[in-house]
């Protein structure tokens, strides 16, 4: 019984460049939340995503920042054109529904250099 | 902005006392309510939680007290160890919304 699988778990991007995050939810789970995490700070709702479908994306930069969960495959929060700021743990969590147990895994850190 | 945050940011006790971490909110529409520990380097993990139509729930250890009148939240572990030592968040949410997560508190057990 795999968790919540994310990759990977740490990432280093210099300013401009791409960084692609990859979670892959627990098994029978089709809500796929992404949070950021800064240092010694709480966790910051983005993203929420069903299959195919982006459910509310209310907590996401409105540029450079996308995220999908496709068919078929893991979900992807992608980051475009990096800057510093965007240094973060960015944690991915699944539940079986919206009023349902979060089960996180272990975040992904991005270093922007 | 917030609607979700903590009494106490640092909580320091002594190995074998009990803790308290406390916790207030201000959306009166939330009717879900989680406790998660997170420690250094991890994930959040689930700890607890309670729905609205509970005031009081227990687990291994833990206990989760709601109060919905001056809508606050609290975590209470019984004969804190060591490995207790980890950041405590609350977290809300309703049923069409993503859960909220507060600031977190720090706990700290002294051997």
């Known amino acids: 019984n795999a968790g919540v699988m994310q990759n990977p778990r740490h990432l280093v991007r210099r300013r401009g460049q791409e960084a692609r995050l990859r979670c892959s939810p627990m098994k029978g789970h089709s809500h796929v939340y992404w949070y950021r995490q800064l240092p010694e700070e709480g966790l910051k709702f983005m993203v929420y995503l069903q299959k195919e479908n982006i459910i509310d994306e209310s907590g996401m930069p409105k540029e450079r920042f996308s995220a999908e969960f496709p068919k078929e495959g893991p979900s992807i929060l992608r980051i475009q054109q990096v800057v510093r700021g965007d240094s973060a743990a960015y944690f991915c969590?699944?539940?079986?529904?919206?009023?349902?147990?979060?089960?996180f895994g272990e975040g992904s850190r991005l270093t922007v250099l | 902005g917030e609607s979700v945050g903590l009494h106490l940011p640092t909580l320091s006790v002594q190995e074998g006392d009990n803790s308290i971490i406390n916790c207030a909110y201000s959306?009166?529409?939330?009717?879900?309510f989680i406790w998660y520990k997170q420690e250094s380097g991890k994930g959040p993990q689930f700890i607890i939680d309670?729905?609205?139509?509970?005031d009081k729930r227990q687990g291994q250890r833990v206990t989760v007290l709601l109060n919905k009148t001056v809508k606050h939240l609290s975590l209470q572990i019984a004969a804190t160890q060591p490995g207790d030592s980890a950041v405590y968040f609350c977290a809300e949410g309703t049923g069409n919304t993503p859960l909220v997560f507060g600031k977190g508190t720090r706990l700290s057990v002294i051997a």
């Open positions: 309670i729905r609205s139509n509970m």
């Open positions: 969590a699944s539940s079986l529904g919206t009023t349902e147990e979060l089960f």
């Open positions: 959306n009166s529409a939330s009717d879900y």
